[in-house]
C-alpha cells in the first residue's frame, strides 16, 4: 500500500474526503517526526512504539573499492517496534 492508497483507506473509514484524510495523515506524521526529533518516544499502546536509536560509528568498506577502509560517522535512526496487538493481526 502506498501513500495514496492509505489516504484513500483513511478517507473511506473515517467517513471523509480524501483531503481531510491527507491532513489527517500529514498531522499524525508530523507528529511523530517532531516527537522523535525532540528526544521523545511515540507509543500507541496495541500498535507499536516509534524511537530514536544510536548507531555508533564505524569501520566500514568502500564498496567501489573493497580493499579500502572508510570511517562511517555515528547516526541517529528512528526505530519502529511493533506492539503485542499488531503482532497478533499479523500472525
Same mark, same amino acid.
Given at each position: 500500500?502506498? =501513500?495514496?492508497?492509505?489516504?484513500?483507506?483513511?478517507?473511506? =473509514?473515517?467517513?471523509?474526503? =480524501?483531503?481531510?484524510?491527507?491532513?489527517?495523515?500529514?498531522?499524525?506524521?508530523?507528529?511523530?517526526?517532531?516527537?522523535?526529533?525532540?528526544?521523545?518516544?511515540?507509543?500507541?499502546?496495541?500498535?507499536?512504539?516509534?524511537?530514536?536509536?544510536?548507531?555508533?560509528?564505524?569501520?566500514?568498506?568502500?564498496?567501489?573499492?573493497?580493499?579500502?577502509?572508510?570511517?562511517?560517522?555515528?547516526?541517529?535512526?528512528?526505530?519502529?517496534?511493533?506492539?503485542?496487538?499488531? =503482532?497478533?493481526?499479523?500472525?
Amino acid at each position: 500500500m502506498n =501513500k495514496q492508497e492509505l489516504i484513500e483507506a483513511l478517507a473511506v =473509514k473515517l467517513g471523509t474526503g =480524501k483531503a481531510d484524510a491527507e491532513r489527517a495523515l500529514q498531522a499524525f506524521v508530523d507528529v511523530i517526526t517532531d516527537a522523535l526529533r525532540t528526544g521523545n518516544e511515540v507509543n500507541i499502546s496495541g500498535f507499536g512504539a516509534f524511537s530514536v536509536s544510536d548507531r555508533a560509528a564505524r569501520m566500514g568498506v568502500n564498496p567501489q573499492n573493497p580493499a579500502q577502509k572508510i570511517q562511517i560517522a555515528a547516526v541517529k535512526v528512528p526505530k519502529f517496534r511493533a506492539g503485542k496487538g499488531l =503482532k497478533d493481526a499479523v500472525r
